[in-house]
């Protein structure tokens, strides 16, 4: 997650999307629904998909991962997740949007606000 974010800063990303990701994680830190905790999962994970949205304004990311006897959990991702050997991320950047974040008092969150570029 530091990296993808530190990838849209040193870019300059306004907006961008996780298209696809295949790899693998040693360490997973996960929010799980509904829990305000994060857990630490170690071991040898497979990264069954990568969803997100990132931009110099923030960014929010969910995975699934799979252990090795298929266990699925899925989740939000935390910074501290570690690869495992590869993790090949495709992203797409939308040139004509910002991806802002804007406190929503409902949620307590910043929730994505998507702007476009004059």
């Given at each position: 997650m530091s990296t993808l974010d530190s990838f849209a800063q040193a870019n300059q990303l306004?907006?961008?999307?996780?298209?696809?990701?295949?790899?693998?994680?040693?360490?997973?830190?996960?929010r799980f629904a509904?829990?305000?905790?994060?857990?630490t999962l170690d071991g040898k994970f497979e990264i069954v998909a990568l969803t997100g949205v990132l931009s110099i304004h923030g960014s929010h990311y969910h995975i699934a991962i799979s252990d090795g006897e298929?266990?699925?959990?899925?989740?939000?991702l935390l910074d501290g997740s570690e690869i495992y050997t590869t993790a090949e991320i495709v992203l797409g950047s939308l040139d004509a949007l910002r991806f802002a974040r804007s406190f929503d008092p409902q949620t307590g969150y910043p929730e994505l606000d998507i702007q476009p570029i004059s």
């Amino acid at each position: 997650m530091s990296t993808l974010d530190s990838f849209a800063q040193a870019n300059q990303l306004e907006a961008a999307c996780v298209l696809t990701c295949v790899g693998s994680l040693r360490k997973a830190v996960l929010r799980f629904a509904n829990q305000e905790q994060a857990t630490t999962l170690d071991g040898k994970f497979e990264i069954v998909a990568l969803t997100g949205v990132l931009s110099i304004h923030g960014s929010h990311y969910h995975i699934a991962i799979s252990d090795g006897e298929g266990r699925t959990y899925g989740a939000h991702l935390l910074d501290g997740s570690e690869i495992y050997t590869t993790a090949e991320i495709v992203l797409g950047s939308l040139d004509a949007l910002r991806f802002a974040r804007s406190f929503d008092p409902q949620t307590g969150y910043p929730e994505l606000d998507i702007q476009p570029i004059s």
